[in-house]
Each structure stands twice: as structure tokens, then as C-alpha cells.
């Protein structure tokens, strides 16, 4: 047929001349010959619709002489019509098309159809048809105030098991990295360690980015009953005091003189409107947030403390979109 291809059971049908139709079976012949490929060639006519059963029956015969493995004639309009066509060639296959609901070929079950000569067929509304009625039935059910009845639907896990989600936990197993395992556990704490040595918990909502920036390992696991309190979930990270002692414990910027003893708000929204990640957390750890948020390492944080050193209340340091998407925030409070 001509182009725009379409459905040959639709109006305005028309087809190209019968010498150009053979052409283009010899060439698709001719190129999986030169190209040693094993392809299945299926000529098609709509040329029953746009010219005549007789037609349509002459180009499948030139179509089977020029090399096609299986003839298909669209929109027969009878189950004699149909019979004709698998009279011709008998040893080529010939295919059906079912165009279930209204269309112009008779709806035959597969059987009958292998009595009258086909060797293939299509029913190509089956799947889309029941699936686009029982939407309207679950839509409806909705709309009226109830739920889809439990037997009309699969179970999620049968859900799952259809889509492959089993398949591809098996496959996150094997290809797991240390990063990605610990990016699947579940609520976490934040450990932080002030420079007497004693732990306090800061709990954290869960949260998952793409990258995994803001997951970390265990460092510490066996060390919170110094402090007395029980932490759930696993520990996903020690800031230690070193990183601040170049300071000295008694001098101007000593994590607990000034504003060096004020204390910091993270707070990471992500793309979608989620929270990430909201703690608090001393100003004088200032250089272990970049091992929380690693997003932060390019950044001159003592600078921006230094300059609201004299502000009094809450002010934002820095509110930022990293290359992930996630907004970052950073209160001085």
C-alpha cells in the first residue's frame, strides 16, 4: 500500500501498481540473500479493500513466485474469500488477522482457522481490548466510592514477579558496591563526636539520592554506650575532633568560643519536593559537613561564619541546587 501506511481495515485504502508491488518483495528477497540473514519475509496487500478480492489474490501469487515466505492479504470480507486464499500457493503459509470488534474479516478461533488453510494468525485487539475495560470497570469503581475487588487484579507480589523486580534484586545483589548496600538500610543515625570525647545521636529521616552522596559506612558501632543512649539503625558516620584541633581547644576558635559554638542546620530538599536530610549540628565541626554532604566541599564556610560572626538569631549561609538537583540550605542558628 502506499504511504502513510494504516490499518487495512480503514476507509481510503489505497495501493501501489502491481509491478512496483513484486519489486519490492524481489529486493526485500535479494538483500537477505547478499546480507546472509535468516529474515521472514511476510508480503502484504490491502489490496482486496482498495481494488478487488481478485486482486489481491493475483499479487499474492506474484508475491509467492518472487520469494515471500508467508502471504497475508488484509480485510478479507468473508470465510469463502478466506478459503480462495489459502487455495493459491499451497506451499507458502498464509496469515489471518482477527481485527477483534467490528472489523471487515470474520472473527474465526484458531482452530477453525487451521481447517480452513491458515498456518498463522494475529488477534492484535485481545490484550489492549480487555485491558482498556477492565480500567473503565476499576475507574468506575473508584469514582462510585469502592475498590477494585481483590480477585479482579494480581497480588503485588505477582506484580513484581511479571515485571522482572525479582530478577533485577537478584542482579543489585551481585553487582552491589559497599556504597549501594549501605544506601538501602533503613532509618540511620548521624554519630557526631565533640572533642571530650563523648558521643550524642542526631536522628535523621532515611533519605536515597541517585549518586548517594549523603550515604556512608559504619565506622562506629560498639563505642555509643559511653554515652549512655541506645541508637536504632545502623551508624553512618563519626565526625572526630581531629579536623578541628589546628584551632586549639582554648583559643578564639575553639568549637565552643563564639561563633564557633553556634550551631549549624542542613537541610537537603530533594527535586521531587522530598526532604533528604534536615540536622543540626555544632558550628565547630565545620569541616566534617563536607563528609555529610560532600557537595559542600567547594565551598568557604569558616568565611561565611566569620562574616555573621556579629548577627544575632538565624541566617542563611547558603541555599543552592547541587548537580544532582537536591536544593541545599545551610542555617546559622
Known sequence: MVSPKACGHTRGR??????????????????????????????????RQAVSLEEALWRSRAFADAGADVLFIDALASKEEMKAFCEISPLVPKMANMLEGGGKTPILN??????VGFKL??????????????????????????????GSMPSFEELKELLGFNAYYEEEKRYATSRLAASEKGGCNLVLLNLNQQLFPVNC?????????????????????????????????????????????DGPRSPFNGIWSRTLRIKITGGDGFERLDVRIPAGFLEGITKIVPALGGVNLKELLDDAADEVGGKLLLDFNDTMGDRIQVFLE
Open 14 to 47: 489505497k495501493v501501489v501498481p502491481r509491478d512496483e508491488a513484486v519489486m519490492h518483495i524481489k529486493a526485500a528477497v535479494d538483500a537477505r540473500k547478499e546480507s546472509g540473514s535468516d529474515i521472514v519475509i511476510v508480503a502484504r496487500t490491502d489490496s
Open 110 to 115: 484458531p482452530l477453525e482457522l487451521e481447517e
Open 121 to 150: 494468525v494475529v488477534y492484535p485487539l485481545s490484550l489492549i481490548g480487555v485491558s482498556i475495560r477492565a480500567m473503565q470497570d476499576a475507574l468506575a469503581a473508584i469514582k462510585g466510592g469502592r475498590i477494585p475487588p481483590p
Open 205 to 249: 529521616q532515611c533519605y536515597h539520592v541517585s549518586s548517594y552522596s549523603y550515604n556512608r559506612q559504619p565506622r562506629v558501632q560498639d563505642d555509643t554506650t559511653r554515652s549512655g543512649q541506645s541508637l536504632s539503625g545502623p551508624v553512618v558516620e563519626v565526625i572526630t575532633p581531629e579536623v578541628m584541633n589546628n584551632y586549639g581547644a
